[in-house]
């Protein structure tokens, strides 16, 4: 489990301040993805990254951006945070093979 | 898309009962089926999963079948034990290209002494 790690791990802002989330893989996964949860929704994909610099958008992207140059991180930018983007955000990898993707320990984000 | 639904949000069972939890799914070409336990303040962690060209699968306590026809699929969990008591969440993808998972909402499971 120590193969990915997210930082900080909890964290609070105001509104229209731009922070930034960052995950950090050890295995070389050539897949990463970015997750909001909160209560009623389950787990949503915000972005994902297929390899370094090849980047899509999930189901929720809306105020968010993401950047991949290298293979092992995949920071998730919140330009302008809102109230709404309070939540639990998780990074996650795969090598793309056997499709299990590993989860990191989240990042506990409160927009005040 | 794909949107999976996933029933009941809660489940309450004696310990040493067991314990279903069911998931529908709406695109025919998803064809990966995984499971996740997520404990309370922990990250999601795979429990089990299953391909389409399979119909069930079991790892010790724990079962998965899948009804392509149907586009259902559940978790059993037998002999339920304190520690089973999770949130559990069922995702859904189409093993081509990026593999996104698409999660249901979630059940909360309670294993009552």
């Known amino acids: 489990d120590a193969g990915i790690t997210q930082s900080p791990r909890y964290k609070i802002t105001e509104t229209g301040r731009q922070v930034t989330l960052m995950c950090h893989q050890t295995?070389?996964?050539?897949?990463m993805f970015w997750y909001r949860q909160d209560l009623g929704h389950g787990l949503r994909l915000i972005y994902y990254?297929?390899?370094?610099?090849?980047?899509d958008k999930g189901e929720v992207p809306d105020g968010y951006v993401v950047s991949r140059s290298k293979t092992e991180n995949f920071p998730l930018t919140l330009e302008s945070a809102t109230r709404s983007q309070t939540s639990v955000y998780f990074c996650?990898?795969?090598?793309?093979?056997?499709?299990?993707?590993?989860f990191g320990p989240g990042t506990r984000l409160t927009v005040t | 898309g794909e949107n999976v639904e996933q029933h009941p949000s809660t489940l309450s069972v004696q310990e040493g009962d067991s314990a279903v939890i069911k998931c529908t799914y709406s695109?025919?070409?998803?064809?990966?089926f995984p499971w996740y336990k997520q404990e309370l303040g922990k990250r999601p962690q795979l429990i089990i999963d299953?391909?389409?060209?399979?119909g069930e699968k079991k790892d010790q306590r724990i079962a998965v079948t899948l009804n392509k026809t149907a586009k259902h699929f559940s978790l059993h969990i037998t002999e339920t034990q304190p520690e089973d008591s999770a949130v559990y969440f069922c995702?859904?993808?189409?093993?081509?290209?990026?593999?996104?998972?698409?999660f249901g909402q979630g059940t909360r499971l309670t294993i009552n002494p």
């Open positions: 295995w070389s996964h050539s897949y």
């Open positions: 995702a859904a993808s189409n093993r081509q290209g990026a593999q996104k998972l698409v």
């Open positions: 695109d025919s070409a998803s064809n990966y």
């Open positions: 299953i391909r389409s060209n399979v």
């Open positions: 996650a990898s795969s090598d793309g093979g056997r499709g299990e993707q590993y």
């Open positions: 990254s297929a390899a370094a610099d090849i980047t």
